[in-house]
């Protein structure tokens, strides 16, 4: 299957608008041109007025807790986590995961995210259901341990772990991706965190961790073991293998440089760190010191949506606001953030830019509604207007799951009405 997608606006990788053709056989990019191609494709789609951009990556997320959005709001983390979340969690079925799952595809597909980084329960289900769907998810079984007599040859959850690469990483012709995961170094041992990174270094893994997310939690690691978190992690071979960290608000000095040398990732998380009172990461800090930084939205009961625009927009602001500095956030870094650097924290190279060869992961952004008029500085119109009703259309792989306001692969009503069933069993 081929299509040519006409007359759009195009953001490209360095930056530049302009008015393009862009042709895709199968799932790559073929064609970029001004000038019509002179090969024909099996399908046309004008975008006039629309502006075409690389799918959006939420590089950290917990998709599932769609069912939870809302629950214990004005917390802090610990309690709201402890006290509210783990109790409702504790009740979640195989099946709540996957009517989860397909909601939060559903808002996800429906703002223009093509990729996300899931850190949740049933890892299996999420996978079959990432396949159907046709989006692209790195997934992962999160290890914890709060047992000290716990031996990480036993831990059921690296078992687990293991059986999830071993049996779905590449699934779905590679839009599948196996991470590994410590939920976070307050909610695992040393032996058991050692243990599952000797396996992500033998099988040359991903590691997704929780870092630093607050000033309690950063702070009484160092009372407790005598260095940082992250500074904990590598000093356990963590750190041996790739990885990306969510959060990052209060990693020190010297937590970056190890970020630095090591080629580490961070994940922002705007609204989850605003809403929770944890804090404002460094984002522009490691930006300057070359770590790369994607955009995540967190979980919706910490957010409380699954909106990677509104996610772009605050990242966009807010550090200009608490630094007093209007100048260190640009358009250009957030929307790489959003977008190529969420997808090479996945370990995605062939996505992330629309070029040719690039895989053809696209949204497009419907530019004719009046807060998007006039269009004098389309990257700034895309961070500080943008709306996600804005979203047209959104594809994955050159196939189209999403367009205005359809979805191509998904069943809204059954998911909707499946949901509310959901909530009933665990609220009730």
Not at 41 to 60: F, Q, R, T, W
Not at 155 to 168: F, M, N, P, T
Not at 406 to 418: G, K, N, Q
Request: proline share 4%; with cysteine.
């Amino acid at each position: 299957m081929s299509i040519l997608l006409k007359n759009g606006l195009v953001y490209l990788p360095d930056g530049a608008v302009e008015k393009l053709n862009i042709g895709i056989e199968s799932e790559i990019i073929d064609y970029l041109a001004a000038a019509a191609p002179e090969r024909k494709y099996d399908e046309e789609k004008d975008m006039s007025g629309k502006l075409l951009i690389p799918g959006l990556v939420n590089a950290h997320t917990h998709a599932a807790m769609t069912l939870l959005r809302g629950v214990g709001s004005d917390l802090s983390l610990q309690e709201w986590l402890f006290e509210e979340i783990v109790p409702i969690e504790d009740k979640l079925t195989a099946d709540n995961i996957r009517v989860g799952t397909e909601l939060a595809m559903l808002e996800m597909l429906a703002c223009g995210t093509t990729s996300f980084s899931d850190m949740y329960f049933f890892p299996e289900v999420t996978a079959e259901t990432v396949i159907s769907s046709g989006m692209k998810a790195n997934l992962n079984r999160p290890v914890q341990s709060f047992d000290p007599a716990e031996k990480g040859e036993d831990s059921r959850r690296i078992k687990e772990a293991v059986a999830l690469y071993d049996g779905y990483d590449g699934a779905g012709d590679g839009r599948v991706k196996i991470d590994f995961c410590v939920h976070a170094e307050y909610t695992c041992t040393e032996a058991v965190t050692r243990y599952l990174a000797d396996i992500v270094r033998e099988k040359k893994g991903n590691l997704h961790l929780h870092l630093s997310e607050t000033e309690k939690e950063h702070r009484e690691c160092i009372e407790k073991y005598g260095r940082t978190p992250l500074r904990w992690f590598y000093d356990l071979g963590a750190l041996d293998s790739r990885a990306f960290c969510a959060h990052c608000v209060w990693v020190s000095e010297e937590d970056m440089e190890l970020m630095r040398e090591l080629g580490i990732g961070a994940v922002h998380n705007p609204t989850s760190n605003l809403k929770l009172g944890s804090g404002f990461a460094p984002v522009q800090k490691m930006l300057d010191m070359g770590i790369s930084v994607a955009l995540g939205t967190d979980g919706a009961s910490s957010n409380n949506n699954l909106n990677m625009l509104e996610e772009m927009h605050l990242a966009s602001i807010i550090h200009n606001g608490y630094t007093g500095d209007p100048t260190i956030m640009k358009p250009s870094s957030i929307i790489r953030m959003a977008t190529r650097n969420g997808a090479l924290i996945q370990g995605r190279a062939d996505t992330g830019e629309i070029e040719v060869g690039m895989r053809a992961d696209i949204a497009a952004i419907d530019l004719s509604a009046p807060h998007l008029r006039p269009n004098v500085d389309t990257p700034a119109l895309l961070c500080y207007s943008a709306q996600a009703s804005d979203v047209c259309m959104t594809m994955a792989d050159g196939r189209v799951l999403y367009e205005n306001g359809e979805y191509l692969t998904l069943d809204r009503e059954r998911i909707l009405f499946e949901a509310e069933r959901a909530a009933k069993r665990l609220y009730n």
